[in-house]
């Protein structure tokens, strides 16, 4: 008989679970769901900003490399643009910085060529760190607001769990479960998105300054050099040489055996 029991007990289903994710959020309904899918959105705006700046500036670290091997070796600036990417950041600023020389010389007043190329340097630079900064604020809106958006739902679903409480006159497990468990999911769910978009604000603003310091460097080298006719460039790392193999020792003659 104590067989038949225990075989009869294995053989029952599992009881069914009314406490898990997809439970808790039809409990909160509609308001639930939409605070889900704001979240979930601002995450996916997150990472896609993430991926795409973290490329865009792979490229200008990328394209900083051939400035500094190739474009400081060439006789003329306009030499030296013509090694680099056309839609690069470096390649905009040599542009920028030829076509004000040549907007200099059509001036009639007594403007100095050094405010001028200044000036129209420092707007190209300008122009490019805005464009490295664009959709950053997106991230920190985002590493801001989601945890409120997260503490929204929570509010809802306590406030929830609290009108079940009043209805039933007791406060049983199985009428707060769902409603708490729905303000725990909002809150948690809230710091997953903010976290990555805080951190990821953080990382690409440093790399942005970086980036704004090479451009500046960048910059006083071309004014300079624009200002002094080719003559001040700045110092240029030689290519270290190859260094030949060594030559072999000749051989030492072997001695003829003894007879």
């Known amino acids: ?119 129209s340097l420092a707007r190209s630079e300008a122009l490019i760190n805005s464009k490295l900064a664009g959709g950053l604020s997106f991230l920190a809106t985002v590493g801001a607001t989601s945890p409120f958006v997260g503490l929204l739902g929570t509010v809802i679903g306590i406030y929830r769990a609290l009108i079940n409480i009043g209805l039933a006159g007791s406060a049983s497990i199985d009428k707060v479960a769902g409603p708490v468990g729905e303000a725990l999911i909002m809150t948690a769910i809230g710091l997953l998105v903010a976290v990555p978009a805080v951190l990821a604000y953080n990382w690409l603003q440093a790399r942005n300054k970086k980036i704004a310091e090479l451009l500046s460097g960048f910059s006083t080298d071309l004014l300079a050099n624009i200002t002094s006719k080719g003559a001040v460039k700045p110092a240029v790392v030689a290519a270290a040489p190859v260094k030949a193999a060594p030559a072999a020792a000749p051989a030492k003659p072997v001695a003829p055996a003894k007879p």
């Open 1 to 119: 008989m104590l067989i038949d029991i225990l075989a009869a007990a294995g053989g029952d289903a599992a009881p069914a679970n009314k406490f898990g994710f997809v439970e808790a959020m039809k409990e909160g309904g509609p308001i639930a769901w939409s605070i889900l899918t704001v979240l979930v959105i601002m995450s996916i705006g997150s990472f896609y900003i993430l991926i795409t700046k973290l490329l865009e500036q792979n490229k200008i670290f990328a394209q900083y490399k051939a400035v500094r091997s190739n474009f400081w070796r060439a006789n003329t600036l306009t030499e030296g643009a013509s090694k680099l990417d056309k839609n690069s950041a470096w390649r905009q600023m040599v542009d920028d910085g030829l076509a004000a020389e040549a907007q200099h010389l059509k001036m009639t007043d007594s403007l100095e060529a050094h405010d001028w190329l200044h000036g």
